[in-house]
């Protein structure tokens, strides 16, 4: 994710007018070789490898945390407690109980925070979300979600260590529901508002794997796949679905909702495109709309080329970090702020307990309203 | 439905080689005019308004039921004692219960019989079942399925009586589990095996509707919408859902199954298309194949018109009803069987429980390998 | 095309309410074997070799041509003369010439008569020129069609006798501008009006093949491929292409049409939908409609299923057969007539001179006003 | 074109090595206030308003030309006699002439050269020449592309001055025969080798335009609408068109070809997928597959993210800019170079010189095997 970041903190002022100008100061990485390598490639005046002296340095005003999830919380309140701006790399945490400890810190220094929940930025998902603000779906009855990939199915594939910490429980606090499921759940919490209650399933198809860092054969942690049913605050029933065992899709993440008078639909690999549905059309004339989302009246493509032309998946974090900068320009935070994230780790908590206990559970309810966000 | 039995019974023989050549002897219904018109219409010999007396002739081989769902048992069961064959509308029972009593019936009488599934002889799903079983997708580990439609959104539709008995509890037996889900059900089934345990939910969204036999608002019993997870007993996870309440759709019933080597998608509005990806094509050329159901190559379509050219919903029909009769002519029935019907009615039953009590509910185990089919 | 109209003639009454009731009398082939075999599975009286026999017998009311292209004039101008309804292939003719002789019969004797140009019946594109007609498209800047196919490319197969008749060029006329880009350019004049001036080129890619009937290698006459630029007389430019050596494509008979306000496109190989494309919609949810065209407002589809379920490529002939005994129950003829039929030849004539000059090539122009059809 | 052409000068060496590292030296533009809001926008290190200067720089090793087509001849060919490298946007000159001098100049000078024709380095397009060039489709029969959009089809959008220069033909050199229909031809040269003749049609569909310079209404020089027929050298035959009068369309430049074993599918506005048919599959499971481009294997895409996240438009920019980089550490151009680009010029002068003269013209043949590329 450091790629995408700096990609966004390079290219945000090149397509958008932003209140600060951003200086690419320090990379901070364990490993000082992949830190110096990363720093010329992009352009960073210095490396570190500890995050500790970035906090403590005058020269920065803004961390932004994309290590992995056992670090988040630690880091991030350091941070926000050094009086930094904060950004976050999802799930916010582990846990809902760290997330809420990010949550407080953030929130006691009264600090601009946000976590990278990118995919609400791409221009047809803001979209879709204006359409539902407008009214336009009416009464909504159905919502459903699917993050679907298969990069695990192999059971060769070893768990743990550099770029496999996903596999790694004790790293990445759960599987698919904290890296997939939280992604569909951010999407819906912020369409559709709060979810009351969920029953889960989930599953892990490998039970065992080679750890990469101890070289032995263990038992996997994490669940490789994980669906929920869910009842929503307004009514709306929900099938959620993330797996990494679903032959065929890279990225698959799709979700549709189903108003009284209208529908939505979207998927992460056609992004540029959302499918609308309008039963207030002429009856013989009513179809999916295939939005193309590249005209200068959808949402940030005023910025990017002619109609026509499509952008792809570096430009979400392009305009999270452009809204961030605005946001931060007159102190607040921009959405989904780390209380945004909380919710979303609430829901996965709720989705991982109803999971071992085969039951429905309820969600946290918390006054989300709080904190203020553009 | 007794148009597209109808259009079967006279149409299989123009286009299939028939052990049996069928008469359409007699059309039974309540209502006399409609029974004439309709005989008329379709070029029945004769009408007749009690179905007891159909039961009784020695004129008639073969009962065909199209009548509404709390009707099924009473005939059905009386048919298989007079010696009858027996093609029954779906679901085959209200309840399992009901099932259970026919199904016995049948056994017993050891007369050739049959559930109008008809979605197992779309020729796209046909493939698919042939894919499954060549092997080609490996070990599965997900199925969904979904049916959608949206006819009933408007709160001004009455429920009960003519043509909407679908609405009316008593007469269905239940709402979209047993109209709709029902259909997602026995392809499953047939497809992916034996199904576990589920956990659903139900929700009807229109409390109340005026009542057509009554004249009055009464409370609506029917399920709107039924959603449920499942574990199949081959180890893949499900989810399932039904609806009438999904604007845009009017009879989306589509199902995927995900496996270790192969995946495949197939959609009822685009019934003469199966998706189809395989993981082992070369790597770069991998992709999501859709492949055009209209070659002599394909199930049932060496019977039909040159390649390209599709067929549509009611040829399922005509598969269904050729393929019973060249079972019957050697005594045995055409899957899906009443025990088949009631394997279904099973999982039904389960999903109502499970939604009424929610909890995770085990499906009936029964030796469903009892019975001759083809 | 013996099953497709035979299907069309049983099923047509089951389906619709028609002013007469056919009776399928007389089927003529040249080998008896294939007739009696043909007559047993469709359900007709009787079997000829002779066609002047039919024509000459009070029995018959109605001659309905689908023998090779070769036989077409003879057998419509003797049927036209003996005062019997006509209904014939298409092409009309093997070229312009043939064609207004037939039209001169039918007119002269006036009777009702039709050319089974199927597509304009396809539900998607009668809804088409409903919108055309409605003005929804405004002035029209293009039109682009292609029909093609990829059964021909092998160079083992032969021409030339049963089955094979079409690549025969003394039997068919020519190659695929009259078996495909005739359909293309029948749908266009309906559409769009009559075409002004071509512009072509044709291709032969396997030269020589053997022949079925002598059994020797000759000189393939027919062309693989026919391609043309138009103009036609409301200003719109065109391209249009046929060929049977575009690999991939079965029957992919297409059409778009460009106009002011709106655009249609439509694709036989999903026959059932319609693309529409509206710039009155808002700016940002303008998009192409993907039109399920199984609705009750649908042209034809309050005859068959419900909303959702959709219908194939025999239904055109079904709509055909009704529309043709509608109009002729009050002595007209359905469009297209053979007066239309001869317009499409007029077309293929000009596309077939440009091919072999080099040159723009006017279309004969004629007024098509003249003779009544629905 | 100037940002995307700085997007890519940015952003290459993040995502790529290069073998130089790229500053942005000097913008060049006559208007000074422009010039000094992009400089700023994009980091130019400073400012020109007469191009001469530039060229004269010795601290300026590479010029790329991204003004209006009357400018490209004289800047490049001042730049290449100045021994820099020269970047030039497409169409090379205004006519096969002016491209004829430049590509001299560059020639004589030995100096790196590239024509921006971009679609080239869009992966799914080097993905279908990559399978071109290893013989997958075998003989090719057919080609066709078209570049449909919609912007110019009100009446009331005047013509000339800044940022409408592409409807003045003084400036232009021809209307969408250079914008448009070049893309189209250079992708296809390279994909399908030499057209040997075109017969050709354009259209001017709004007569007059205010114009923005003068202010009087004016007769409008450039073609709207252009359209031809070609033969290949390998014998296909091909349909091409480019218009921007087609209603719902926004930039959809496709292409298709058509061989003995396979065909490929792409369409612009779905830039991440190629459809590609190979009739080796098994019989049964022959389809047209959709590649997501988006995995480690496809062309460019091991650089960008992890598979299922697309990338857009402007990245074939900084493909072909990474590309030209590498080529010019040898000494060599990048293809397209200007021969490239004269070759493509050819074609449109034989276009327009079709359409003016209603007659088949033949396309220049010339050794385009000279010069070196990458």
């Known amino acids: 994710m450091g790629r995408a970041h700096s990609n966004a903190f390079r290219k945000a002022g090149n397509f958008f007018e932003l ?3 951003p200086v690419l100061k ?10 110096k390598s990363f720093a010329a ?7 570190e490898s500890d995050w500790r002296k970035l906090v403590a340095s005058p020269e920065i005003d803004l961390i932004d945390i994309a290590s992995p999830n056992d670090t988040h919380a630690e880091i991030a309140i350091a941070a926000a407690r050094a009086g930094k701006m904060v950004m976050c790399e999802k799930p916010l945490g582990r846990n809902a ?36 603000d407008e009214g336009r779906l009416g009464r909504i009855f159905h919502y459903r979600a699917k993050f679907l990939q298969d990069w695990t199915i192999s059971s060769d594939l070893p768990q743990g260590g550099e770029g496999l910490w996903r596999l790694d429980v004790s790293v990445a606090g759960s599987g698919v529901t904290g890296d997939l499921l939280a992604h569909c759940i951010d999407t819906a919490l912020w369409l559709n508002g709060p979810i ?17 860092l101890t070289g032995k054969v263990e038992p996997v942690g994490i669940d490789d796949a994980s669906l929920f049913l869910a009842r929503f605050g307004n ?17 698959l993440y799709t979700f549709e909702i189903n108003g009284e008078h209208a529908s939505i639909f979207w998927d992460l690999h056609d992004l ?3 499918q609308y549905f309008d039963h207030r059309d002429e009856g013989h004339l009513r ?21 026509g032309l499509q952008i792809g998946y570096e430009h979400s974090f392009v305009h999270q970090f452009a809204d961030f900068l605005t946001a931060a320009a007159s102190g607040k935070g921009a959405a989904p702020t780390f209380r945004d994230g909380l919710a979303t780790d609430d829901v996965t908590d709720a989705v991982l307990d109803s999971a071992a206990h085969r039951n429905w559970v309820k969600v946290r309810a918390r006054d989300h309203a709080k904190g203020e966000a553009i």
Chains 1, 2, 3, 4 share one sequence.
């Open 235 to 251: 009514g709306s029933l929900a099938t959620f679905e993330a797996t990494r065992y679903a032959r065929g899709h890279k990225a």
């Open 272 to 274: 540029h495109r959302l």
């Open 41 to 47: 490639q992009w352009g960073y005046e210095s490396i």
């Open 26 to 35: 320090t990379v901070c990485a364990r490993n000082p070789e992949r830190a």
């Open 19 to 21: 209140p600060y100008r």
């Open 196 to 212: 009351d209650e969920v029953s889960a399933v989930t599953e892990t198809f490998i039970k065992s794997r080679k750890h990469n």
């Open 287 to 307: 179809g999916w709309r295939s939005l193309h989302i590249t005209d200068r009246e959808h949402p940030y493509m005023d910025k990017w080329w002619v109609p």
């Open 97 to 132: 109980a760290e997330a809420e400890s990010m949550v407080a810190a953030v929130e006691a220094a009264g600090v601009p925070n946000m976590v990278w929940y990118n995919y609400r930025r791409i221009p047809a998902v803001t979209l879709a979300k204006k359409l539902i």
